[in-house]
């Protein structure tokens, strides 16, 4: 089998790392108490999300544009169905992460400024009761990111470790497909 690209490599470890660390900071930072610091917590978390957004839109239009490497015959179609099921709920899950987040920013009337100095636009009029909602929507869809990351995690290790294929290692970086 052949070993994923580059640049696809590259994306998905870039993508993972940033998932798993900005999932851990909001979890930090949303139980701080109100202070200037949480303030700029936050504008960083939405920083680093707006980041995570516009490298998953690349990401996915990358994978658009090539053909993964096959899964291993071995697999069911069964099988192969839930792991294509599993990655378009992933790439789904990149994208409506942020945008809730955006959503839910917009609504509580705090606009996204990026790095400080360039402010997006507001998607919604500011909503109090829509913001509370969106912030229980934007909790929930990184919930289900979690889980999904980690079935996703789980699968590789078990084709590594139990199947004895090449799904795991034909995605890590300077290794060659077995």
């Given at each position: 089998?052949?070993?994923?690209?580059?640049?696809?490599?590259?994306?998905h470890?870039?993508?993972?790392?940033g998932?798993?660390?900005l999932?851990?900071?909001?979890?930090?930072m949303?139980?701080?108490?109100?202070s200037?610091?949480?303030?700029?917590?936050?504008?960083w978390?939405?920083?680093?999300?707006?980041?995570?957004f516009?490298?998953?839109?690349?990401?996915?239009?990358?994978r658009?544009?090539?053909?993964?490497?096959?899964?291993?015959?071995?697999?069911?179609?069964?099988m192969?169905?839930?792991?294509?099921?599993?990655h378009g709920?992933?790439?789904?899950?990149?994208?409506?992460?942020?945008?809730?987040?955006?959503l839910?920013s917009?609504?509580?009337g705090?606009?996204?400024?990026?790095?400080?100095?360039?402010?997006?636009?507001?998607l919604?009029?500011?909503?109090?009761?829509l913001?509370d909602?969106?912030?229980?929507?934007?909790w929930?869809?990184n919930?289900?990111?979690a889980?999904?990351?980690?079935g996703h995690?789980?699968?590789a290790l078990k084709?590594?470790?139990?199947d004895?294929?090449?799904?795991?290692t034909?995605?890590?970086?300077?290794?060659?497909?077995?």
């Amino acid at each position: 089998m052949t070993k994923y690209s580059t640049t696809a490599i590259v994306l998905h470890w870039l993508m993972a790392a940033g998932l798993a660390g900005l999932f851990v900071f909001g979890l930090y930072m949303t139980d701080l108490p109100f202070s200037p610091q949480k303030l700029q917590f936050y504008s960083w978390h939405k920083w680093a999300g707006v980041i995570l957004f516009m490298l998953a839109v690349g990401r996915i239009l990358w994978r658009l544009t090539r053909t993964p490497p096959p899964l291993p015959g071995t697999m069911s179609r069964r099988m192969q169905a839930i792991a294509h099921a599993g990655h378009g709920l992933l790439y789904l899950l990149m994208l409506a992460v942020p945008f809730s987040g955006w959503l839910m920013s917009s609504a509580k009337g705090t606009q996204t400024v990026l790095f400080g100095i360039l402010p997006l636009p507001d998607l919604l009029a500011r909503n109090k009761e829509l913001g509370d909602l969106l912030a229980s929507l934007h909790w929930s869809l990184n919930v289900a990111l979690a889980a999904v990351v980690a079935g996703h995690a789980a699968a590789a290790l078990k084709h590594h470790f139990v199947d004895k294929d090449d799904v795991l290692t034909r995605m890590l970086p300077g290794r060659h497909a077995r």
